[in-house]
């Protein structure tokens, strides 16, 4: 039951898809609000797409307002992450990234990812036990597309730089 929770999450988290590989300044990139609102046109087409019960949707409320509070945290932290590594390359052009930074900065974003995925796990759990056999077929594509998707596309650490 838990995976039907992380196929929610794929949903909040596809966010770095839509992030421009490239993006050198503040024109190029997406604002919070652009990021919260495609999130959120994903939060409704999942809604949509498993054609929900009435009895099924006194328990979607708790769901998508998780998602929604998410992909609000998700995009103010990739707005944050891009300002900080726009502030270091200007200051820092020779100086490459240390291992102990690199690690430190990955396990804040695990970290932050494993409370998110508690978090829709818990809050789909009732959820996913209503779900009719189709629904969950469903949410079960969804977790595969998403497990096979990059952990954050277009990272700004990424750009330019080898780190092995």
Request: charged residues 35%; aromatic residues 6%.
């Amino acid at each position: 039951m838990r995976t039907a929770a992380a196929i929610a999450l794929g949903l909040a988290l596809s966010t770095a898809a839509v992030l421009p590989a490239n993006a050198q300044n503040n024109q190029n990139r997406p604002t919070v609000n652009q990021l919260v609102a495609q999130d959120e046109a994903r939060i409704a087409q999942l809604k949509a797409n498993l054609r929900l019960n009435d009895d099924q949707l006194s328990e979607w409320g708790r769901l998508e307002s998780t998602l929604k509070d998410i992909a609000k945290k998700r995009a103010e932290r990739r707005i944050a992450l891009y300002d900080e590594y726009e502030k270091r390359e200007e200051k820092e052009k020779e100086r490459a990234f240390t291992p102990a930074e690199i690690l430190r900065k990955q396990a804040d974003a695990l970290t932050s990812r494993a409370e998110e995925l508690r978090a829709i796990a818990d809050a789909s759990e009732p959820l996913y036990a209503k779900f009719n056999d189709q629904q969950r077929r469903r949410v079960d594509e969804i977790i595969r597309g998403f497990a096979s998707a990059p952990f954050i596309d277009g990272d700004p650490r990424m750009r330019g730089r080898r780190y092995y």
